[in-house]
Structure formats: structure tokens, C-alpha cells
């Protein structure tokens, strides 16, 4: 069964930044497209940032211009690179395929920025 560990997040100021991991353990990590998702208390998981599997990015709104996903094939790992971050960014993150989220969710990285 293929697994989803994300890690990286934890607290930071407005204008901080962080980076976070997402592994995925399996072989089939190369020919996914994958996003990463967020949850903010008491909203509904959106779609933050997705990339195929030949590297094409897409971004929410809300992002665009400040979060930069990428992938390593070799390394079975999806990335996003957080920048500028504001207080409406706080919340749980997780990774999954793109569309649908498809794979058992993980336990997601807790990202809180404080103002």
C-alpha cells in the first residue's frame, strides 16, 4: 500500500518561510501527478499547488506568486517551497495525487503563522 509522510511545517512569523516533504514510499511515485492540499480549522481541504509528471505547476490563487511546488523522481518526494507567508496560510497540508487525492491520506504537517 502506498504510503504519504509529509513533514517540514511547523510555526512561523508573517513573511517567514518554509519548506515542506512529502514522501511517498512505492513505485509508482514517477508516473503520478501529484498536489498538495491544505485544511484550515472548520474549512473544507482545498487544492493548494499541483505538478504532473513532466513537472507542469499549477497554483491556487491564493498562492500564486509565493509557493513553488516541485518533485524529485529519484527521491520518491514532492516538495512546496512557502514564501511570504501570511496568517491565512495556516493550516494542515498534505500531499495526495492530483486529480482526486486518490491514495489514504497521511497525517498532514501543521503550518501556523503567526501575525
Known amino acids: 500500500q502506498v504510503q504519504l509522510v509529509e513533514s517540514g511545517g511547523g510555526l512561523v512569523q508573517a513573511g517567514g518561510s518554509l519548506r515542506l516533504s512529502c514522501a511517498v514510499s512505492?513505485?509508482?511515485?514517477?508516473?503520478?501527478?501529484m498536489g498538495w492540499y491544505r485544511q484550515a480549522p472548520g474549512k473544507q481541504r482545498e487544492l493548494v499547488a499541483t505538478?504532473?509528471?513532466?513537472?507542469?505547476?499549477n497554483y491556487a490563487d491564493s498562492v500564486k506568486g509565493r509557493f513553488t511546488i516541485s518533485r524529485d523522481n529519484a527521491k520518491n518526494t514532492v516538495f512546496l517551497l512557502m514564501n511570504s507567508l501570511k496568517p491565512e496560510d495556516t493550516a494542515v497540508y498534505y500531499c495526495?495525487?492530483?486529480?482526486?487525492?486518490?491514495?489514504?491520506w497521511g497525517q498532514g504537517t501543521q503550518v501556523t503563522v503567526s501575525s
Open positions: 505538478i504532473t509528471v513532466g513537472g507542469s505547476t
Open positions: 495526495n495525487t492530483y486529480p482526486g487525492g486518490h491514495l489514504t
Open positions: 512505492g513505485s509508482i511515485f514517477s508516473i503520478i501527478n
